[in-house]
C-alpha cells in the first residue's frame, strides 16, 4: 500500500467529523497514515498581506483539540498527524492534495448555508485536487429513480463507454476490493437518438435500440476486462440504462457505500479543470459518500502536435 497520508479536513462541524470517520476507515483499509487538517481561514479583506497559506501552531487549536478527544479511544488507529494551516480552505484543501493518496471531507462547512447542498470547498477540492477527493454528505438525502440493488456491500462507478478513463475505472476497482463489496458499473446511454434533417430540425434516427443498448453493454464490458484481471475478487455488474447518466448514477446512490465518478480531462481548447455537469450532479444530490477521480495519464490526442 501507498504510505502517503489519508487526509481529513475538519473544521468543528459534524459533516466533518462525519467526513474524518470515513477518512479513518479508509486509512484503516489502505494501511496508511491518516493526517488531519484544519484550515484556519482569514477575512481576506483583512489579511491582506498574509500569503495563500501558512503555519499554524496545531497544538493551540481547539477544531483539533476536538479531533484528539474524538480519536483517542478508537481502536487499531492509524499513525494520525494533526495538522493545522492558515489560509483560504479553497486553495489550501487542493494543494494539500499534491502529497496525499486521499482527500476526504463534508459536503458542508460550518459556514455553509442550510440550503447549500455541497460548498464552495468541496466544489473546490473535488475540482482541483491532484488526488482524489471523497465527499461526504450529510445523512437522509433523498434520492428519486429506481437502480438494481442486491444485497451486500456496494460500490458504484459511472462509464462513459465514448470516453472511459482507466484512473476512474481503477479507483473503483481497488474501493470494491478493499471493501468486499461489488461493483455497480453504470454505463448509461441516450435515447431517443436523433439526428439533423434539415436546419434546426431534429429527426428521430432508424436505430434500433436493442442494438445500441448491446453495443453500449459489450463496449463497457471490453473496458472492465483488464481491471477484473487485476482484481480477480471484484465482481462487477454492468448496468447498461437509457438515458441521462446523472439520474441514473444518483438513483443507484440510494444504499451504495460508494459512489465514484471521473473529471473531466483538461485538452487544448479547454485548459482549465472543470468537474463536468454529471459529476456536479452526482456531488449535488447523491445520497451516499461521492469520490471524484482526476483524470489519469494524458492520451496522445490530447498533446499538441509536433
Do not use: K
Amino acid at each position: 500500500m501507498s504510505t502517503l497520508p489519508v487526509i481529513a479536513a475538519v473544521d468543528g462541524s459534524d459533516d466533518s467529523l462525519r467526513a474524518l470517520d470515513l477518512a479513518l476507515d479508509e486509512a484503516r483499509r489502505r494501511e496508511a497514515p491518516l493526517r488531519v487538517v484544519h484550515v484556519r481561514q482569514y477575512a481576506a479583506w483583512a489579511r491582506p498581506d498574509v500569503l495563500l497559506a501558512g503555519a499554524a501552531d496545531a497544538d493551540d487549536d481547539p477544531v483539533l483539540d476536538r479531533v484528539r478527544t474524538y480519536l483517542e479511544d478508537r481502536p487499531d488507529r492509524p499513525r494520525t498527524e494533526y495538522l493545522g494551516v492558515e489560509g483560504a480552505p479553497g486553495a489550501v484543501l487542493p494543494e494539500l492534495g499534491s502529497t496525499a493518496q486521499l482527500l476526504v471531507l463534508g459536503s458542508r462547512g460550518r459556514g455553509g448555508f442550510a440550503s447549500l447542498l455541497l460548498g464552495s470547498n468541496g466544489m473546490a477540492a473535488a475540482r482541483d485536487a491532484e488526488c482524489p477527493v471523497i465527499v461526504v454528505p450529510r445523512p437522509g438525502r433523498e434520492v428519486d429513480g429506481e437502480a438494481p440493488v442486491g444485497p451486500g456491500p456496494r460500490v458504484v462507478v459511472g462509464l462513459h463507454v465514448d470516453s472511459p478513463d482507466d484512473a476512474t475505472l481503477d479507483f473503483a476497482y481497488t474501493e470494491a476490493a478493499l471493501r468486499g463489496a461489488r461493483l455497480q458499473v453504470v454505463a448509461a446511454y441516450q435515447w431517443p437518438l436523433r439526428s439533423w434533417a434539415v436546419p434546426a430540425e431534429l429527426v428521430p434516427t432508424m436505430i434500433d435500440q436493442d442494438a445500441v443498448a448491446n453495443e453500449t453493454r459489450a463496449l463497457a464490458e471490453g473496458f472492465l476486462a483488464p481491471h477484473g484481471t487485476r482484481h480477480p475478487g471484484v465482481v462487477a455488474e454492468p448496468y447498461v440504462p437509457a438515458g441521462g447518466a446523472a439520474g441514473h448514477l444518483v438513483a443507484a446512490s440510494r444504499g451504495a457505500d460508494l459512489v465514484v465518478v471521473g473529471r473531466h480531462r483538461r485538452r487544448l481548447t479547454a485548459p482549465a479543470r472543470i468537474l463536468g455537469s454529471v459529476t456536479q450532479a452526482v456531488l449535488l444530490h447523491a445520497a451516499s459518500p461521492v469520490a471524484v477521480v482526476p483524470p489519469g495519464a494524458v492520451e496522445p490526442q490530447d498533446l499538441p502536435e509536433e
